[in-house]
Every structure is written in structure tokens, then in C-alpha cells.
């Protein structure tokens, strides 16, 4: 399906289609329902936020009071989410195109923790109903309930705000948002974890409430990391849909579905092996550095493979800028040194010619080159070329008893230098008769 209309299409460049097949804010009229829908969307942001907020403190907001109350307790819950943290981190250095703002970030796991609150809200409200389901219910619940629910809130927290800014200028960009948005999710929820595990203790007359919330923390710094990976994938995919408009949908739908089906999975099997299997202490520590490390790893693979792509055009791109400044800069220093162009020029000639070709027989002397090349050019000019052989001849015959006057011992040498000119005379004479006799020649 074509984005132009077909009167848009096929209109010729410069008519005026306003209000007809295309629209830009020219009157009145436009610019205010311009401005009333940029306060419609700025108002339902802020809508969604303030709600979340508000359910927040319904929900959580007495245990984050606690945790502030019991320095120990939100220390230790804080604690728990160094693993998590540490992941952000390797994620955010995978970033090759641009480092994103920390105001952005900080935005972003903000969002997070607060739309935290609507997946408790989900959560509170279905378990109950997929609890009377025998054996499977909870299984049903992770990945209808839990797992969806959960990483739509993480995207939305990168939707909602850092999806619109300019920073947002990359697909990997897309996987940092996500992974500070699962580690708002995980500081969140790993708080809530410790608090009731302290509160717990406490009501049952635990002397070390506080050992009890360190016990909890450590199992949640294990799963903490989950969130941060699955997050990251959905935001990969949230960040390759921004650049492929006409799939955002589908493309944003499979990222959601990737984070969605390995939290459940990983729900599921948290749950169900102790319950089924009895495994070792150690079982649970084994497998979430199976699990989570497999597909930690895939996504370092995928995050590579954009590095290496960016890095590759990113050569290519420079070997083409510099190629291309080295034309300007030699063209520039031609214009200025007009000397050096024509000496280009005068080598370019040099090297284009072949050399000089001998048309006369070997062992000839130069002058006779020149008359003999005279007789083929021009049939008239070869005549005249031949009488001024003759008068050359004589002139020779002259010289040569000159010589034998002035240098007796050379005679023999003179009579020979003479028959010669006696034959080229000849050849001459000859020459002049064919020509008289052919006149086309």
C-alpha cells in the first residue's frame, strides 16, 4: 500500500493540493488543533504517570516508607540490585553510536519503578483466578498473566518518554532504555521482596529479621538480572521498529513476545522443579546463570553483530570523506598553481607520443629523409622536391672537387661520394618522367 494518495501522485511538481490530498498548519484554524493535539498527548502522558503514581504509594508506598525507616533493610534491598546494575552497565558500553544522557536514563527508571505498580495491580487482582486451575494454573498465570503484563510496563516506561527524544537516534538504543527500565523493575520489586520478608520475620518473632531480609536479597539479586535481559530485548525491538515505520507493529510485537516468553519460562521453572523434583540448594543458582547467561549471551551476540555492522560502514563512510578530501585538496592546489596543470599537461603530451619514424631506407643521410618523405606527400611537390635534388647534386659535385683542390689524398674517397650523387640523380631524373607520364600521380 503507497503512502501518496494518487491525486498527489500524479500531480505535477508545484500545484497547490492543500486541504485536498495533502496538509501542512497554514491558517488559523490549523495551528490551533496543532497545538490542541500536542496538549492532548502531553496530557495523556502525564495522565498515565500521575496514575501510576498515585497507585504506587497505594501499594508499595508504606514499604518503600519502611525501608526508608529501617536503614538496614533499604540498604540491603538496594543491595540486591548490584547484579542488575552491573549488567546496565556492560549494555550502555555496547552503545558505539552515542553515550545516551543520564537525565533520559534516570527518566526512564523512574517510569519504570512507578508503572511497577500497575503489573502488582494485575497481578494482586488474576492470581487468584489461575490458582483454582490444578497443576497448571500457575504455569498459565507466568505467561498469560505475569510475564506479559510485566514487560508491557517496562516497554511502556521507554515509550512514553525516551522513545520521543532526539537521543533516541539508534536500534541499539533501544536495548539500553530497556535495561535501565528492567532495572527500575528490579530495584522496585527486589525492595518489596526484602521489606515483607523483614515484616514476615518480625511478626513471627524472628530474632534475626534482619538475616531473613538478607536471605531474601541475595535470591533476588539472582533474578534481578532476568529483568534487565528481557527488557533489553523488547527495547531492541522497540528501538528497530522507530526505524522501520512501516513494521513498527509487528516489529515491536515480536520484541514484547521474545521478553514475555523467556520470563515465563523461567517463572515457570523457578515454580514447578522444587515443587516436582526436590532439587539440591545449589539447583537454583545453577540454573539462573544457565538460563539467564544463554540468553545474555545471545544478546551480546545481536548487540555485536550492530556493532560490527556500524563499525564496518562507519570505515567505509571515512574512506569515502577522505578519498573525497583528497580530490578537493589536489584540484584546489591545481587551481592555484596554474604552472603545475600545464606541466601535467605538457608531461601527459610527452608520454602520449611515440617517438620519431624513420620513412627513408636505412644508412641515408637526414637530408635525403626529408626530400624522399617529400615525394610522397604531394605528387607536384615531389617534382620540385626532385629538381632540388638535382641543384643539390651538382652543388655536392662542386664540394667534392673543392675537396679534391684542397685535399689531394681524399680523391678516391671524393669519386665515391660522386657516383653516389650521380645515382641519386638518376633516381631523380627517373622520378620526374614517371610523373610526367602519370599526371594522377
Known amino acids: 500500500m503507497s503512502d501518496t494518495d494518487p491525486v498527489e501522485a500524479a500531480a505535477s511538481e508545484g500545484r497547490d493540493l492543500y486541504d485536498i490530498a495533502t496538509w501542512e498548519p497554514r491558517t488559523l484554524l490549523d495551528r490551533t488543533a496543532v497545538r490542541l493535539h500536542g496538549a492532548l498527548s502531553g496530557a495523556a502522558r502525564l495522565s498515565v ?35 542488575a546494575l552491573v549488567l546496565v552497565a556492560f549494555v550502555w558500553r555496547q552503545d558505539v553510536v552515542e553515550k545516551e544522557p543520564l537525565d533520559t536514563l534516570a527518566v526512564t527508571f523512574v517510569l519504570s519503578v512507578l508503572f511497577a505498580s500497575f503489573a502488582a495491580t494485575a497481578n494482586t487482582v488474576l492470581q487468584g483466578t ?20 510485566e514487560e508491557a510496563v517496562k516497554w511502556l516506561a521507554i515509550r512514553l518518554h525516551a522513545f520521543r527524544r532526539p537521543e533516541f537516534d539508534a536500534v541499539i538504543d533501544g536495548a539500553v532504555y530497556g535495561a535501565v527500565a528492567g532495572l527500575g523493575f528490579a530495584t522496585i520489586e527486589n525492595t518489596l521482596y526484602v521489606v515483607q520478608g523483614f515484616l514476615r520475620a518480625q511478626e513471627a518473632g524472628a530474632t534475626q529479621a534482619v538475616g531473613a531480609a ?14 534487565v535481559i528481557y527488557s533489553a530485548w523488547a527495547g531492541y525491538y522497540l528501538g528497530l521498529a522507530k526505524f522501520n515505520r512501516e513494521n513498527r ?19 515457570t521453572t523457578v515454580t514447578y522443579v522444587p515443587a516436582l523434583f526436590s532439587p539440591p ?13 544463554t540468553f545474555f549471551y545471545l544478546l551480546y551476540r545481536k548487540l555485536g553483530r550492530y556493532r560490527d555492522n556500524y563499525a ?20 584546489a592546489a591545481r587551481s592555484d598553481d596554474p604552472d603545475a596543470t600545464q606541466s601535467d599537461d605538457a608531461d601527459a603530451t610527452e608520454s602520449a607520443d611515440p617517438g620519431p619514424v624513420w620513412d627513408a631506407p636505412g644508412g641515408t643521410d637526414p637530408e635525403d629523409d626529408g626530400d624522399a618523405g617529400g615525394e610522397g606527400d604531394d605528387a607536384e611537390g615531389g617534382v620540385d622536391d626532385v629538381g632540388s635534388e638535382d641543384d ?27 657516383a653516389d650523387t650521380r645515382d641519386a640523380v638518376d633516381e631523380s631524373s627517373d622520378a620526374r618522367d614517371e610523373n610526367r607520364d602519370d599526371p594522377e600521380r
Open 312 to 331: 564496518a560502514l562507519d570505515g567505509e563512510a571515512q574512506s569515502t570523506e577522505a578519498g573525497s578530501q583528497a580530490r578537493e585538496t589536489t584540484e
Open 281 to 293: 540448594n545449589w539447583w537454583y543458582l545453577l540454573f539462573v546463570v544457565a538460563f539467564d547467561g
Open 249 to 267: 507493529g509487528p516489529i515491536v510485537v515480536k520484541g514484547l513476545l521474545i521478553a514475555a516468553l523467556l520470563h515465563g519460562a523461567y517463572n
Open 130 to 149: 489461575f490458582q483454582a486451575i490444578p497443576l497448571v494454573g500457575m504455569g498459565l498465570f507466568f505467561f498469560l498473566v505475569v510475564a506479559p503484563v
Open 392 to 418: 643539390d647534386a651538382d652543388d655536392g659535385i662542386d664540394d667534392v672537387g673543392d675537396e679534391d683542390d684542397d685535399a689531394p689524398d681524399r680523391v678516391q674517397e671524393a669519386d665515391d661520394g660522386a
Open 49 to 83: 504517570v500521575l496514575l501510576a503514581a498515585f497507585v504506587f504509594l497505594l501499594q508499595v508506598g508504606g514499604v518503600v516508607w519502611l525501608a526508608s525507616r529501617n536503614p538496614t533493610v533499604g540498604v540491603v534491598a538496594l543491595l540486591s540490585a548490584i547484579p
Open 214 to 227: 538478607i536471605g531474601t536479597a541475595t535470591s533476588r539479586a539472582l533474578a534481578g538480572p532476568g529483568h
